[in-house]
């Protein structure tokens, strides 16, 4: 179907390119084209600096509430690990069994294990 469209059109407008471009259009045409556009007069335009420290004072800014977020997060503790952090070692000795069996139960130690660690070996 294609081909017998183009067969139509070659036998009714023939081979010929009828779009064409007037001779030396385009050597002349730059030079056309300023002569028409209107005179306009230099404008001197301002450029003013860029402040160059309000991005680093961002950064600066983040970084600091970053490194704050993380020392608060990690300082963080237990109200039991402070309790054992501020113990003397002797007053561990001094509490209750039962307490003693829980940090044991909650330490995964067995009795071969408290008996190292009380022997200090």
């Not at 059109?9 to 056309?32: L, M, W």
């Amino acid at each position: 179907m294609q081909m017998k469209n183009e067969n139509d059109i070659k036998q009714r407008f023939g081979t010929e390119n009828h779009f064409t471009v007037p001779e030396g259009y385009f050597e002349q045409f730059a030079s056309q084209f300023m002569a028409q556009l209107p005179e306009q007069e230099a404008r001197v335009v301002e450029i003013k600096p860029r402040r160059r420290w309000r991005p680093i004072a961002i950064a600066a800014a983040t970084v600091a509430f970053v490194a704050l977020s993380a020392a608060m997060w990690f300082d963080k503790e237990n109200p039991s690990e402070k309790q054992m952090s501020s113990a003397q070692p002797s007053s561990l000795y001094m509490q209750s069994p039962s307490e003693l069996e829980q940090a044991a139960d909650y330490a995964m130690l067995d009795a071969t294990d408290m008996y190292v660690l009380l022997a200090g070996e």
